[in-house]
C-alpha cells in the first residue's frame, strides 16, 4: 500500500495501516527532532506529527509527495513549539535565530567521530530554516523542490536557502574546528559525513517508548 492508502486507512479506523505508515516514516521524523529539541519533547513532536497527519488528511491535495507532507507538519510543529517556549512575546525570526539559542541545551546525541560531532555543532549554529533546508537535502535525499514544499516557501527561495545554508556551514565549520586537519577531513568528506550521521539521529520504530 502506498502512504496515502496506509493514511486513509487509518484514518478509517485501520490500526494495522497506522502502525505500518509509523514504522515506515518514524526514524525519519524522529530524526529531524533530535538534533533540535530534548529527547521527551522529540518523542511527544513525533506523535504529533502523525496524528496531525492523520486528522488533516483531507488538507493533503497530492501536489507533492506525502513525505513532505509529514515533513511540513513536523516543521510546523517543532516552530509552533519554540513560539511557546518564548518568554516574551516578541515574534521569532527563524530565518535569523538557531537551534543553539532557541534549545541552548546540549545535545545528547553521542557522535563516534570528531567530523560528526564538529558538524553536529555547526548545523545547530546556522540560522534555523538554512539548518532545516540543509538537513533535508543532506539526510532526506530531498530535493530543492521537496524543501520549499516542506517549508512552504517558493523554488527559488528554497534554491537561495540551500546555498547560503552550505556557504554558513563552511564558515562556521572553520570557526568551530580545533585543528586544521580535522576541518580538511569535515569538509573534503561533508556529504559522507552528513549521511555517517543518518541513522545515529534515531531510533528505530521498534524502540520507540510505548
Same mark, same amino acid.
Not at 510546523?76 to 521569532?92: G, K, Q, T
Not at 530565518?95 to 532557541?102: E, K, R, S
Not at 546555498?163 to 580545533?178: D, I, K, M, N
Not at 531510533?203 to 517508548?209: F, L, V, W
Given at each position: ?6 493514511? +486513509? ?13 509509523? $514504522? ?11 538534533? @533540535? ?10 506523535? @504529533? ?5 492523520? #486528522? &488533516? ?12 507532507? %509529514? ?9 509552533? !513549539?519554540?513560539?511557546?517556549? +518564548? ?14 539559542? %532557541? ?11 570528531? $567530523? ?17 533546508? !540543509?538537513? !533535508?537535502?543532506?539526510? #532526506? *535525499? ?16 528554497? @534554491?537561495?536557502?540551500?546555498? =547560503?545554508? +552550505?556557504?554558513?556551514?563552511? =564558515?562556521?565549520? &572553520? $570557526?568551530? *574546528?580545533?585543528?586544521? #586537519? ?12 552528513? +549521511? *555517517? ?11 520507540e517508548p510505548a
Amino acid at each position: 500500500m502506498t502512504d496515502l492508502e496506509l493514511a +486513509r486507512a487509518w484514518r478509517r479506523g485501520d490500526r494495522a495501516a497506522g502502525e505500518q505508515l509509523f $514504522e515506515r516514516h518514524y526514524a525519519a521524523v524522529a530524526r529531524f527532532f533530535r538534533n @533540535k529539541v530534548d529527547d521527551d519533547a522529540a518523542d511527544d513532536l513525533v506523535q @504529533k506529527t502523525f496524528l496531525a497527519c492523520v #486528522e &488533516g488528511l483531507e488538507r493533503f491535495r497530492e501536489q507533492a509527495s506525502f513525505r513532505t507532507y %509529514l515533513f511540513a507538519i513536523a516543521y510546523r510543529l517543532l516552530c509552533r !513549539l519554540y513560539r511557546a517556549r +518564548r518568554r516574551h512575546p516578541a515574534p521569532i525570526d527563524f530565518d535569523v535565530v538557531t537551534v543553539q539559542a %532557541l534549545d541552548p541545551s546540549p545535545s545528547a546525541i553521542v557522535a563516534r567521530r570528531d $567530523e560528526q560531532r564538529l558538524l553536529l555543532e555547526a548545523l545547530r549554529r546556522l540560522p534555523f530554516n538554512y539548518q532545516v533546508a !540543509l538537513e !533535508l537535502v543532506y539526510w #532526506e *535525499s530531498m530535493t530543492a523542490a521537496d524543501a520549499a514544499a516542506v517549508l512552504e516557501i517558493p523554488l527559488g527561495t528554497a @534554491k537561495t536557502w540551500i546555498r =547560503r545554508a +552550505r556557504q554558513a556551514l563552511t =564558515r562556521t565549520l &572553520g $570557526e568551530l *574546528s580545533t585543528s586544521d #586537519e580535522l576541518l580538511r577531513s569535515t569538509l573534503s568528506n561533508l556529504s559522507d559525513w552528513a +549521511r *555517517s550521521l543518518r541513522d545515529q539521529l534515531a531510533p528505530r520504530a521498534e524502540d520507540e517508548p510505548a
